[in-house]
């Protein structure tokens, strides 16, 4: 064999070699199992608590109704003991705010107590409708206690009276006060009734007369004694007294009306609210009772009719 083809073998074989050492160096190279980045432990969902907030804006002197206050996811973290839940998540900051103040224990029977307690009360939303707002709340605020009334707290009469107008007290009883069937919030036509002065002497003439009149027409009953709501299933409150909402002008109406003689209440219709509402007639006439249109004069022992226009 030539020298020349020998040497083109070996530079072949050589070439060969190189190149299988090379391919085999790059084949384990990336062989090699890639590393496999570690992933991030994810944190925990953080645990959510349902708060009482403002649908909307809310003005002093707004009654609260359903479409006034919502539900909102709240961050058990970050929830104020001020704040309403429903109570379905236990609220740390509520707990420590309710712990008792000497640092003592509480007793199992105390915590089942409180637990009842929590559970039955604070997270119906419907307890709060009705409530008077107190200060401005805008929406997405949570409701605090400060700035509603609920009925029953102080000052809710004042809070729960529309701008303008006052409460003022009357005496009723079952029967003037339509059999009891007469609720907070209905409208009521207020009538005196008065007793007439009868000066003749005549036997057969000299009997007690009495007249009544038309007070006050469409007035608000805020309350029966002090129930400014019925419950849900009842149908009469019988009480001593009952507080309307009437102007300032008809106070003196119905205080003089009052003191001329006793007053009775008569049931509106549900259709029959939309009138006009407040005194009927001159200011003072309740208190006058009316003039009799004939007067009996005795003259020699003859009676006379004397009519008086």
């Given at each position: 064999m030539k020298p020349a083809r020998i040497a083109v073998i070996c530079i072949a074989a050589v070439a060969?070699?190189?190149?299988?050492?090379?391919?085999?160096?790059?084949?384990?190279?990336?062989?090699?199992?890639?590393?496999?980045?570690?992933?991030?432990?994810?944190?925990?969902?953080?645990?959510?608590?349902?708060?009482?907030?403002?649908?909307?804006?809310?003005?002093?002197?707004?009654?609260?109704?359903?479409?006034?206050?919502?539900?909102?996811?709240?961050?058990?973290?970050?929830?104020?003991?001020?704040?309403?839940?429903?109570?379905?998540?236990?609220?740390p900051a509520a707990e420590a705010a309710?712990?008792?103040?000497?640092?003592?224990?509480?007793?199992?029977?105390?915590?089942?107590?409180?637990?009842?307690?929590?559970?039955?009360?604070?997270?119906?939303?419907?307890?709060?409708f009705g409530s008077v707002v107190r200060e401005p709340i805008l929406a997405g605020e949570p409701i605090i206690g400060r700035k509603i009334v609920r009925a029953g707290d102080s000052g809710y009469m004042a809070a729960y009276l529309?701008?303008?107008?006052?409460?003022?007290?009357?005496?009723?009883?079952?029967?003037?006060?339509?059999?009891?069937?007469?609720?907070?919030?209905?409208?009521?036509?207020?009538?005196?009734?008065v007793e007439l002065d009868n000066n003749n002497t005549a036997t057969e003439t000299n009997r007690v007369k009495f007249a009544s009149r038309l007070v006050l027409q469409n007035v608000k009953v805020l309350a029966i004694d002090q129930s400014t709501r019925a419950a849900d299933d009842q149908q009469a409150v019988v009480g001593a007294t009952a507080t309307l909402e009437i102007a300032p002008g008809d106070t003196e109406t119905l205080a003089l009306a009052k003191a001329?003689?006793?007053?009775s209440?008569?049931?509106?219709?549900?259709?029959?609210?939309?009138?006009?509402?407040?005194?009927?007639g001159p200011a003072r006439a309740a208190a006058a009772p009316p003039r009799p249109s004939e007067v009996r004069v005795f003259r020699g022992g003859e009676p006379e009719v004397v009519s008086i226009p």
């Open positions: 060969a070699l190189g190149l299988a050492l090379v391919v085999r160096a790059m084949g384990s190279s990336s062989g090699e199992p890639a590393a496999v980045a570690a992933a991030a432990p994810a944190e925990p969902p953080r645990p959510m608590a349902k708060v009482l907030v403002a649908a909307r804006d809310l003005a002093p002197g707004q009654r609260l109704t359903d479409a006034d206050l919502e539900w909102k996811d709240w961050p058990v973290d970050e929830v104020n003991p001020a704040f309403i839940t429903d109570g379905s998540v236990p609220v309710a712990a008792p103040a000497d640092g003592k224990a509480e007793g199992a029977v105390a915590r089942v107590t409180r637990a009842a307690t929590e559970l039955a009360g604070g997270g119906a939303k419907s307890e709060y529309e701008p303008g107008m006052r409460a003022m007290a009357v005496a009723v009883s079952t029967e003037t006060a339509a059999g009891g069937f007469i609720l907070p919030g209905d409208r009521v036509d207020v009538i005196v009734t001329a003689g006793t007053l209440l008569t049931l509106r219709s549900y259709a029959d609210t939309a009138g006009p509402s407040g005194r009927v």
